[in-house]
């Protein structure tokens, strides 16, 4: 009983108390809800967004702005050069840093985003992962540029069949991370992924909160906010980025629309068509979303309607309490 009781001390250490998690699909008004929280609390922000990481695209991943980053103490945004891969298993990381460097001793912690993946490796852990040398990572990323996914999936459905019926053929990032994997350890990724680490936050004292919108509504906000990025200079941060010769194939590069307004400006396709295109796939992305969060997250975690202020006012007010 005593090694028990030793064991679960010790798995408690370093655990993030009192941390309060917002999920929601993009423009639900997660950043306002988190700026109001930071208020009432004293709190800071931590970005949960795999694309909020990127530094150049500020405006079309829809980073807090100036006047949000003045109110508040934010962490973890626009940060990440886009030549760079950025992971759950990297971001995790850098939250256990800010932990360790004392960023949460005197703030609660208040993280906030739409990656499903990070709020999971808080509240669950991540399975731990193999060192990947850089001559096999830089291996298989030239292989995928010069091949193509299709191919490389017809390799791993050699080598790790089970893997590859989990994967689809266009998804080239994660095929290109199981062969590494599976070159790196001789042990398939879904072997360490079954693996399952210890979770970052203290889930008894935590709050979890997650906003549904009706889609009508949330379509509306999703095409007014993109009118209002490419009045704020969204266009622009496309063409830097194409400026520095990326590989296509990074994440940051999948950003929404930074393909679409790459056709644009390439005379592909016309600005309004290329437009249309990028609120389409933001509204979809937006479905794929809010499907995740209604049957990946638990009951622990608290519906808040977007169209419900005072609901929401009320949450945070008894939070602050």
Not at 24 to 37: H, V
Not at 100 to 126: C, K, M, N, Q, V
Not at 239 to 266: N, Y
Not at 271 to 292: L, P
Request: overall charge neutral; some cysteine; glycine content about 8%.
């Amino acid at each position: 009983m005593k090694d028990m009781a030793d064991s679960a001390g010790r798995e408690a250490e370093g655990l993030v108390k009192n941390a309060i998690l917002i999920a929601g699909p993009t423009a639900s008004g997660k950043s306002a809800l988190a700026l109001e929280l930071a208020r009432q609390t004293g709190g800071c922000i931590v970005n949960t967004d795999s694309m909020q990481v990127y530094s150049v695209l500020n405006v079309l991943t829809a980073r807090p702005g100036a006047a949000e980053l003045a109110s508040a103490p934010h962490y973890l945004y626009g940060r990440v050069d886009p030549a760079k891969h950025y992971s759950a298993g990297v971001w995790l990381a850098d939250v256990k840093r800010l932990r360790d460097e004392g960023a949460f001793d005197e703030r609660r912690p208040i993280f906030t985003g739409g990656t499903g993946l990070y709020f999971r490796a808080l509240s669950e852990g991540l399975s731990e992962m193999p060192e990947i040398p850089q001559s096999v990572r830089d291996r298989w990323r030239y292989r995928l540029l010069e091949e193509g996914s299709s191919r490389l999936h017809a390799v791993l459905m050699r080598e790790d069949p089970r893997a590859a019926a989990v994967l689809r053929a266009s998804d080239g990032q994660r095929i290109v991370r199981a062969l590494e994997v599976l070159q790196a350890s001789g042990r398939s990724i879904l072997d360490w992924q079954a693996e399952r680490g210890h979770p970052l936050i203290d889930r008894r004292s935590a709050r979890y909160l997650v906003i549904e919108a009706d889609r009508a509504v949330l379509t509306r906000r999703i095409d007014a906010r993109f009118d209002r990025m490419l009045d704020d200079g969204a266009l622009g941060e496309v063409e830097a980025l194409l400026a520095l010769g990326l590989d296509p194939e990074l994440p940051a590069m999948k950003a929404i629309g930074v393909r679409e307004l790459q056709s644009a400006i390439a005379g592909a396709m016309p600005f309004d068509a290329a437009i249309e295109r990028a609120k389409i796939a933001t509204r979809q992305y937006a479905k794929r979303q809010a499907t995740w969060f209604r049957h990946q997250l638990g009951p622990e975690w608290s519906r808040i309607s977007l169209n419900d202020h005072a609901q929401a006012v009320k949450i945070a007010a008894d939070i602050a309490r």
